[in-house]
Every structure is written in C-alpha cells, then in structure tokens.
C-alpha cells in the first residue's frame, strides 16, 4: 500500500529532505501535489517532471507564469 502526499514547501529546506525521504522509499510513497512560493520555479519544474505530480501550486502569480512556459 502506498501514500500519497503533498508536499507544500517543495523547494525549500524542509520540502526537499521530504522528497529526498520519498525517493528512497518510492514503494512505500506517491507524490499527487506540490506547493511553493515561486523563487525557485527551476527545482519545482525539475521536481514535477522527477516525480509525476499533476497538481502545482504556486503562490508568486509571476513566478506560475514563468513555470507555465516551461
């Protein structure tokens, strides 16, 4: 049986020791949704693609306009 979180804070300290935490327990975890301010819209982008998430929140509107381009 797996879980299935979101990770709010994606790109930050907290959110990336998470993810590191779910890559090495990929059996046990899905990853459905992340959340961040929008400063590092790379990283999210990057996370995104690494973990198959569907739904991304973003709290700097700029910064969701730039990540919709990529």
């Given at each position: 049986m797996t879980r299935s979180v979101t990770i709010l804070g994606a790109t930050?300290?907290?959110?990336?020791?998470?993810?590191?935490?779910?890559?090495?327990?990929?059996?046990?975890f899905t990853v459905s949704g992340l959340s961040a301010q929008g400063s590092d819209i790379a990283l999210l982008a990057q996370q995104v693609r690494e973990f198959g998430v569907s739904a991304v929140a973003i709290a700097d509107g700029?910064?969701?306009d730039r990540f919709a381009e990529l």
């Open positions: 930050g300290s907290i959110g990336t020791q998470a993810l590191d935490i779910i890559r090495q327990h990929r059996d046990r700029q910064a969701a």
